[in-house]
T-cell receptor, first 113, second 110 residues
Framework: DAMVIQNPRYQVTQFGKPVTLSCSQT?????MYWYQQKSSQAPKLLFH???????NEADTPDNFQSRRPNTSFCFLDIRSPGLGDAAMYLC????????????FGDGTRLSIL | GESVGLHLPTLSVQEGDNSIINCAYS??????FIWYKQESGKGPQFIID?????DKRQGQRVTVLLNKTVKHLSLQIAATQPGDSAVYFC?????????FGKGITLSVRP
């Protein structure tokens, strides 16, 4: 089935050790989003790609970076994770020309030791 | 470890009753609204949407009402089932950006 797949589902890293989360999609959508969701809070948009055009939210820390090597894959890199970065990270996709809403993956839960 | 988050407000309903979940949105320029359901350990799942030129839209067992005058959105679930237990988020779109509201936990009593 067409879907948004996030790997791994659970990731543990050490304080300050770089970590990469991945997202792939089979929907051929031209927009991919990364959200951060902390416990009992709403998802918060970090950035998105429209094709290869990167769009950062103004309040996203520089510690968070992203790469989109092709239509299907998008990566979230956290350069020096702090304890406050422990959260669920959600990837979503959308066809910009479509009226359909964003389609979410099941997220990666990141823990920091 | 993970920071301690806020506890979400909870709506508790009896199985079979109707549920009404309310949301206040903030941006009068928002042109599109979505309700998402999020089960534990999963991503948000689309339930129903409505555009700003409408005030009501119905799906299977769900209805969304939009009152632009007071910037209020509601989700009605008919004959609530145990499988409806989840966190529900409203989201508004303005200038192509989707912003989520605070979630509400729906708990269904057997």
């Amino acid at each position: 089935d067409a879907m948004v797949i996030q790997n791994p589902r659970y990731q543990v890293t050490q304080f300050g050790k770089p970590v990469t989360l991945s997202c792939s999609q089979t929907l051929n959508h031209n927009v991919m989003y990364w959200y951060q969701q902390k416990s009992s809070q709403a998802p918060k948009l970090l950035f998105h790609y429209y094709d290869k055009d990167f769009n950062n939210e103004a309040d996203t820390p520089d510690n968070f970076q992203s790469r989109r090597p092709n239509t299907s894959f998008c990566f979230l890199d956290i350069r020096s994770p702090g304890l406050g970065d422990a959260a669920m990270y959600l990837c979503a996709t959308k066809d910009r020309a479509s009226n359909q809403p964003q389609h979410f993956g099941d997220g990666t839960r990141l823990s920091i030791l | 470890g993970e920071s301690v988050g806020l506890h979400l407000p909870t709506l508790s309903v009896q199985e079979g009753d109707n549920s009404i979940i309310n949301c206040a949105y903030s941006n009068s320029a928002s042109d599109y609204f979505i309700w998402y359901k999020q089960e534990s350990g999963k991503g948000p799942q689309f339930i129903i949407d409505i555009r700003s030129n409408m005030d009501k839209r119905q799906g299977q067992r769900v209805t969304v009402l939009l009152n632009k005058t007071v910037k209020h959105l509601s989700l009605q679930i008919a004959a609530t089932q145990p499988g409806d237990s989840a966190v529900y988020f409203c989201a508004e779109r303005a200038n192509s950006k989707l912003t989520f509201g605070k979630g509400i936990t729906l708990s269904v009593r057997p």
